[in-house]
C-alpha cells in the first residue's frame, strides 16, 4: 500500500523557519511529482508547491514563493518543505501528496494527488 | 487564476438521498476537474479526475459530470459514510491548482 508520512511540524514563533519532512513507501517515488497541500483550522484547501519527479522542476504559490523551497532526496524517498520567515497565516495542516497521474496519447499527464499523507501541523505564534 | 465555486456551501440530507454538489470554475478547464472528499480530522481522499474518471476504489455510486465551467458531482444514495466535505480542484495549468471551497454534506 502506497504511503506518505509527514514530520517536523510544531509551534513557531512568527519570522521563524521550520523544515517539513514527508517519507514515501510502496511506489516507485522518482516516477511521481510531488505536492504540499495546507489546510487553515477551519478553511479550505490551498496548493502550497509541487516537484517534479527527478527533482528539477518546483513551483509555488505566490502566498509562499521567495519564502519556501521544496526539495527530494530520491535516494530517501522523501519529500521536503523549507519554510522560512513565517508568518501567522502560514499556520495550517500542511499534506504532502503524490502526483495522481494517467497515460495520455504521447505520455503520461497530471490530474492532482492521488494518495495524501495524514498531515503535519503548523502553528506561527508568539 | 481561475477562481473555483462551490455550491451550496452545506448540503442536509438523509442517508438514501441523492446528493448533487455543484462547481463552477471563472474560465474554461475543460475536464481537468477533480474531486475530493474529506472528513474530519482525515486528509482528502480523490474520488474523481478529469470530471467523470472514478478512482480506485471509489464506489459507483459517486459519479462526476460536466465540462468547460460547470461541473457535478453526484452521490446516488447516501450512505452513512458519505457525510463529509467535498472539495472540486482544477489542474488545467498544473501543476498551479486551485481549489474550490468546499461543500459540506451533513445529516439532516
Known amino acids: 500500500e502506497v504511503q506518505l508520512l509527514e514530520s517536523g511540524g510544531g509551534l513557531v514563533q512568527p519570522g521563524g523557519s521550520l523544515r517539513l519532512s514527508c517519507a514515501a513507501s510502496?511506489?516507485?517515488?522518482?516516477?511521481?511529482?510531488m505536492t504540499w497541500v495546507r489546510q487553515a483550522p477551519g478553511k479550505g484547501l490551498e496548493w502550497v508547491s509541487t516537484i517534479s519527479g527527478s527533482g528539477g522542476s518546483t513551483y509555488y504559490a505566490d502566498s509562499v514563493k521567495g519564502r519556501f523551497t521544496i526539495s527530494r532526496d530520491n535516494s530517501k524517498n522523501t519529500l521536503y518543505l523549507q519554510m522560512n520567515s513565517l508568518r501567522a497565516e502560514d499556520t495550517a495542516v500542511y499534506y504532502c501528496a503524490k502526483g495522481g497521474r494517467v497515460r495520455g496519447v504521447v505520455d503520461y499527464y497530471y490530474y492532482g494527488m492521488d494518495v495524501w499523507g495524514q498531515g503535519t501541523t503548523v502553528t506561527v505564534s508568539s | 487564476e481561475i477562481v473555483l465555486t462551490q455550491s451550496p456551501a452545506t448540503l442536509s440530507l438523509s442517508p438514501g438521498e441523492r446528493a448533487t454538489l455543484s462547481c463552477r470554475a471563472s474560465q474554461s478547464v475543460s475536464t481537468y476537474l477533480a474531486w475530493y472528499q474529506q472528513k474530519p480530522g482525515q486528509a482528502p481522499r480523490l474520488l474523481i479526475y478529469?470530471?467523470?474518471n472514478r478512482a480506485t476504489g471509489i464506489p459507483a455510486r459517486f459519479s462526476g459530470s460536466g465540462s468547460g465551467t460547470d461541473f457535478t458531482l453526484t452521490i446516488s444514495s447516501l450512505e452513512p459514510e458519505d457525510f463529509a466535505v467535498y472539495y472540486c480542484?482544477?489542474?488545467?495549468?498544473?501543476?498551479?491548482?486551485?481549489f474550490g471551497g468546499g461543500t459540506k454534506v451533513e445529516i439532516k
Open positions: 478529469d470530471a467523470s
Open positions: 480542484q482544477q489542474r488545467s495549468n498544473w501543476p498551479l491548482l486551485t
Open positions: 510502496e511506489f516507485t517515488y522518482t516516477n511521481y511529482a
